[in-house]
């Protein structure tokens, strides 16, 4: 499937019967379920305080904050959509 035309969003009843089925709980090869737990406060170390607390099976911890252009007027920018590719 093109990433273009892939869905992006699901419900968590579709997430829960496609990692339910299988053994582990381990998503399917062309699934990737990502972890963007991220925290306004720089200092906080969100792979430590919020995925390794409890985090979705399978899923893979994306910090989006590496991906973000910081300025003094807004410090917690969007992403940058040429990072993301990269950071993958």
């Not at 917690?76 to 590719?85: D, V």
Request: glycine fraction near 4%; charged fraction near 20%.
């Amino acid at each position: 499937m093109c990433a273009a035309r892939a869905l992006t969003v699901v419900s968590t009843n579709w997430l829960k019967g496609q990692l339910g089925s299988r053994p582990l709980k381990r998503a399917p090869r062309d699934l990737r379920v990502l972890d963007v737990s991220f925290s306004f406060d720089s200092q906080v170390d969100t792979y430590k305080e919020a995925y390794m607390s409890g985090h979705i099976p399978s899923s893979v911890h994306f910090d989006i904050l590496k991906c973000v252009t910081s300025t003094p007027e807004i410090p917690c920018n969007l992403p940058n959509s040429n990072c993301f590719p990269d950071y993958m």
